[in-house]
């Protein structure tokens, strides 16, 4: 099955702008989907599709996909940003679909 | 409001069988596009998918762990369980259940997620 690639840490000073990344042959036919996790708790979706956040997402995330790069992107970082942040796509590779995660990025608020 | 709840045993020992529920409400499985699906994290690890279920009764898995999963629903009990069989403390981890709209391709609720560690 395919893989998705996320630097394994990212950091960004306070009120500044963040871009996280995914790389995987999967987002070169389907959309990353964006998850934030805090510690002890479940991921929470913040973005999905080609650019759409839940209610209650924060305008300050957006998504963004060129080729086999997806991108997380915070404008404007707040320190309740602070976080691992995970990609996942579907993958039909082999004939079989399912589906993938990235292996997180560390965000630091500095 | 959709809200999930995975519920099953805190303790396996190496090669017995992991049964897992979900209980949901909020929607059901029965309507077109709608899915369930369980994805793990072991303690300090990444997230990974395990299976998926859809409202047509159609069944995903992962291609590495896809001999020892099965997925399957109870659609008036509003509940999908996850049968993991041989059990291996690298098993060891927190195992959520999701919900997922075809359409929009994401998981979009979790379960609070259940911690399942295997230990003899």
């Known amino acids: 099955s395919s893989e998705l690639t996320q630097d394994p840490a990212v950091s960004v000073a306070l009120g500044q702008t963040v871009r996280i990344t995914c790389q995987g042959d999967?987002?070169?036919?389907?959309?990353a989907s964006w998850y934030q996790q805090k510690p002890g708790q479940a991921p929470v979706l913040v973005i999905y599709g080609k650019n759409n956040r839940p209610s209650g997402i924060p305008d300050r995330f957006s998504g963004s996909s060129s080729g086999n790069t997806a991108s997380l992107t915070i404008t404007g970082a707040q320190a309740e940003d602070e976080a691992d942040y995970y990609c996942n796509s579907r993958d039909s590779s082999g004939n079989h679909l399912n589906w993938v995660f990235g292996g997180g990025t560390k965000l630091t608020v500095l | 409001q959709v809200t999930l709840r995975e519920s099953g045993p805190a303790l396996v020992k190496p090669t017995q069988t992991l049964t897992l529920t979900c209980t949901f409400s909020?929607?059901?499985?029965?309507?077109?596009?709608?899915?369930v699906s369980w994805i793990r994290q072991p303690p300090g690890k990444a997230l990974e998918w395990l299976a998926l279920?859809?409202?047509?009764?159609?069944?995903y898995y992962s291609t590495s762990l896809k001999t020892r999963l099965t997925i399957s629903k109870d659609t008036s009990k509003n509940q999908v369980v996850l049968t993991m069989t041989n059990m291996d403390p690298v098993d060891t981890a927190t195992y959520y259940c999701?919900?997922?709209?075809?359409?929009?391709?994401?998981?979009?609720?979790w379960g609070q997620g259940t911690l399942v560690t295997v230990s003899s």
């Open positions: 999967s987002l070169r036919s389907y959309y």
């Open positions: 999701a919900h997922l709209i075809v359409g929009a391709g994401a998981f979009d609720y």
């Open positions: 279920i859809d409202w047509d009764d159609d069944k």
């Open positions: 909020g929607f059901s499985l029965s309507t077109s596009g709608m899915c």
